[in-house]
């Protein structure tokens, strides 16, 4: 199965979980902050049947979670007890599912478990990783057995990194650049950590280097330039403020959509950036995190950031029913530019969703996304069919602007 994008057209009717498999998703991760919002979405919007189990270390927590679900739905999804280190549960819940949706990190540590599992049951994989490492690690041992085995495994369908993926992908769709594309990101977020988060964080600190340039290995056979721009603070008049660039995942996952994919020109450019506002304001938080990167590089400080959050808690401003974020989008080609918006609520409500949704996608409606295989990006998987799902549930995408350039 190659990389070409061709969909494979109306004939797919929902008949329920393959061959062999009994359910639709396992969410492993269940008890966590982020996976209990992505069971309470498959709750609400899973369908009559609802066919998705829950996965994690904790039964008496599975059991409280079952049984909430219950209450508020009518369905009590199956539990799996399994940790990342038990790699007999783990191919147990894998063999039982179409897909397996990944909630728990850091997934350095506890993640390629589950991806090997997967590919030797031939089961989808869905994660909200927002770790660089992780990912390239799955593109170069797993990419080829899984596109030989007709599998999707798309990394990052979380807030890392479906808002920047599918707001480049949509300004894309609107031009079709024929030559090269200039495309910038503008990320304007509240600023919370959940605890998950928060602990993954700190690990990424302290075993990567943040001044690496974003990348994955490029898809074989691909000869188009993806290219990563890093930029400089600057006052950026699109969205009205100072923004920095930062060390994420987002700027490698859209690169390797633009590797994938052939709409996205034979010259593709790319930079990400946090709008800040006020220049103080970057300042400050520039400073910030450049004092976190320094206490995680000795064990001594990496153990005090560790306590300052556990696991499981959440965030203050979500759980008051605040929190925002906003992905603008420019991209310059072809002697025009667009601006985009992909916008929502809470950072962490909306990953519920997006996982959610991609996870049933893949379920549900496998044989109308495009016909791609291995480790794929959201863009790439499920391209704009995950976008009018995200839509349905009050995530939005705008084209907000077309102009010509030097006019």
């Not at 850091?106 to 090997?116: I, K, Q, T, Y």
């Not at 450049?290 to 005090?304: D, H, M, P, Q, Y």
Request: aromatic share 8%; with cysteine.
């Amino acid at each position: 199965m190659g990389e070409s994008g061709r969909a494979l057209g109306p004939r797919f009717r929902y008949v329920g979980p393959r061959m062999g498999k009994t359910h639709d998703i396992v969410v492993v991760g269940a008890t966590g902050y982020t996976g209990r919002l992505v069971v309470e979405h498959l709750a609400r919007f899973g369908g009559p049947t609802r066919r998705f189990a829950i996965a994690g270390r904790d039964a008496s927590k599975l059991r409280e979670i079952a049984s909430g679900v219950r209450a508020s739905s009518g369905y009590e999804p199956p539990i799996f007890v399994a940790s990342a280190e038990d790699r007999r549960a783990i191919a147990q819940l894998a063999s039982a599912a179409d897909v397996v949706l990944a909630c728990a990190g850091p997934f350095a540590r506890l993640g390629e478990s589950v991806v090997e599992a997967c590919v030797e049951a031939g089961t989808d994989y869905v994660d909200i990783t927002g770790e660089l490492d992780f990912v390239r690690r799955l593109v170069e041992r797993y990419h080829a057995r899984a596109e030989g085995a007709g599998l999707r495994l798309v990394p990052c369908c979380g807030f890392d990194s479906i808002p920047a993926d599918l707001g480049v992908f949509s300004v894309i769709d609107a031009l079709k650049p024929r030559g090269r594309a200039q495309v910038e990101s503008f990320v304007h977020v509240d600023l919370g950590f959940s605890g998950g988060t928060w602990q993954t964080t700190v690990d990424m600190m302290a075993h990567s280097d943040p001044r690496r340039a974003p990348a994955l290995p490029s898809p074989r056979g691909s000869d188009r330039r993806a290219t990563y721009e890093r930029g400089r603070p600057h006052f950026e008049g699109d969205v009205a403020g100072w923004v920095v660039p930062v060390p994420t995942i987002d700027p490698a996952i859209v690169l390797r959509s633009a590797a994938l994919l052939d709409e996205y020109g034979p010259d593709f450019h790319y930079g990400f950036f946090l709008r800040m506002g006020s220049l103080p304001r970057a300042v400050a938080v520039g400073a910030t995190f450049g004092a976190i990167f320094a206490l995680s590089r000795v064990k001594a400080g990496t153990r005090a950031l560790s306590r300052l959050k556990p696991s499981g808690t959440g965030v203050e401003l979500e759980e008051r029913g605040g929190g925002f974020f906003r992905v603008t989008t420019v991209l310059r080609a072809d002697g025009e530019k667009v601006v985009g918006k992909v916008s929502g609520g809470g950072k962490y409500a909306e990953t519920g969703k997006m996982a959610a949704e991609a996870a049933l996608l893949l379920a549900r409606e496998r044989d109308r996304l495009p016909e791609r295989a291995g480790v794929l990006t959201p863009a790439a998987a499920f391209g704009r069919r995950l976008i009018e799902r995200l839509e349905d549930h009050g995530i939005r995408f705008e084209i907000v602007r077309r102009t010509k350039e030097g006019v």
